[in-house]
């Protein structure tokens, strides 16, 4: 079982890109049990057919909508799941400091997005996660990354709570054939965040140097 944010969003974030139309058109396409009820834990394979079907069928869009779809999924563990006074904590506290504190409190929550998978704090100095069977890419191949929903809702996560400047990458995938999903987590050396949703590893290599941390 998975978070059903993994799925719901993704609906949400069609209708934001496409309209209603988009997210009914997907929603059908899905063929979802009429009873889904999205207020509770969903099965993994739902989810992981939500994002393969997303992939295959809107391939243009899809890092887009995903990406997105993460961004929305932090905001609700934002308004939700982490205590405010928890949040205004990490605030004030020193990058060096809240971020492995932030690491870890992602990690005791690691059930809701990971599923089955295996999550795990790589290193702290560079910041690396590591998901080891991701239930979001079973069945699937790919020649670049695919999991811009996961980075995304790591992303902001640290934008929000311990410096704006901070970017997620993807740097190996298990749907390419790596052995796990590894994402890098940095603060970016210029004073500006990047622009919009996390980069892949794949959009970063488009990047001229200079932008690159
Ligand atoms: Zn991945």
């Known amino acids: 079982m998975i978070g059903p944010n993994a799925v ?8 934001e890109v496409g309209g209603p139309s988009l997210r009914n058109a997907f929603r059908t396409e899905l063929h979802l049990p009429a009873r889904t009820d999205f207020t509770r834990m969903i099965p993994e394979s739902m989810a992981a057919k939500a994002h393969r079907h997303l992939r295959n069928r809107y391939p ?11 961004e929305k999924t932090a905001n609700y563990i934002l308004a ?13 506290l020193p990058t060096g400091i809240a971020a492995p504190l932030l690491a870890m409190a992602i990690s005791n929550h690691a059930w809701t997005f990971a599923g089955s998978g295996s999550f ?3 290193r702290f100095r560079p910041l690396i996660f590591s998901i080891t069977g991701n239930p ?19 992303q902001r996560l640290f934008r929000i709570l311990v410096d704006h400047r901070y970017t997620v990458h993807e ?14 987590i940095f603060k ?14 794949a959009q970063a290599k488009h990047l001229p140097q200079s932008a690159k941390k």
């Open 136 to 154: 979001l890419t079973a069945g699937d191949t790919a020649e670049d990354p695919v999991c811009a929903w996961h980075a995304a809702v790591f």
């Open 188 to 201: 970016e050396m210029s004073s500006e965040p990047a622009p919009g949703p996390a980069r892949t590893a």
């Open 171 to 184: 740097t190996q995938c298990s749907a390419m054939g790596a052995t796990c999903c590894q994402f890098e």
């Open 8 to 15: 719901l969003q993704l609906f949400e974030a069609l209708e």
């Open 60 to 70: 243009e869009s899809a890092e887009q909508v995903a990406g997105l779809a993460g």
């Open 80 to 92: 939700n799941r982490i205590p405010r006074l928890a949040q205004a904590l990490l605030k004030t």
């Open 120 to 122: 795990a704090i790589v």
